[in-house]
């Protein structure tokens, strides 16, 4: 069993940057491949990024590549998505997600666990 919360949202002009965190209980968390998602309102809730066991490897969606970047810490039980050059088309409520068979899926199924979700509004 795994818990994630997630942090970091808020509202950023155009063109700015923030991180989001997702902290995650448990001594597991080295097994668990592990993702970003995102809803915006009136949308089904979609891949943003996703990320190896080890942290060796990641994969983005196509709108996000070369503005996000996703890493993770074991030491801290941490996954973080840096974001930058944000867009209001970025405006969404993130949710990070763990898998505890360790893939790392570009797609909602195959995640056992999920955070509640951050808020994150992109808007001059």
């Known amino acids: 069993q795994v818990q994630l919360v997630e942090s970091g949202g808020g509202l950023v002009q155009p063109g700015g940057s923030l991180r989001l965190s997702c902290a995650a209980s448990?001594?597991?968390?080295?097994?668990?491949?592990m993702g970003w998602f995102r809803q915006a309102p009136g949308k089904e809730r979609e891949f943003v990024a996703a990320?190896?066991?080890?942290?060796?490897?990641?994969d983005y969606a196509d709108s996000v590549k070369g503005r996000f970047t996703l890493s993770r810490d074991s030491a801290k039980n941490t996954m973080y998505l840096q974001m930058t050059s944000l867009k209001p088309e970025d405006t969404a409520v993130y949710y990070c997600?763990?898998?505890?068979?360790?893939?790392?899926?570009?797609?909602?199924?195959?995640?056992?666990?999920w955070g509640q979700g951050t808020q994150v509004t992109v808007s001059s």
């Open positions: 997600a763990a898998d505890s068979g360790g893939s790392w899926y570009p797609r909602t199924a195959g995640y056992d666990y």
């Open positions: 990320i190896s066991r080890s942290g060796g490897n990641t």
């Open positions: 448990g001594r597991t968390f080295r097994g668990y491949g």
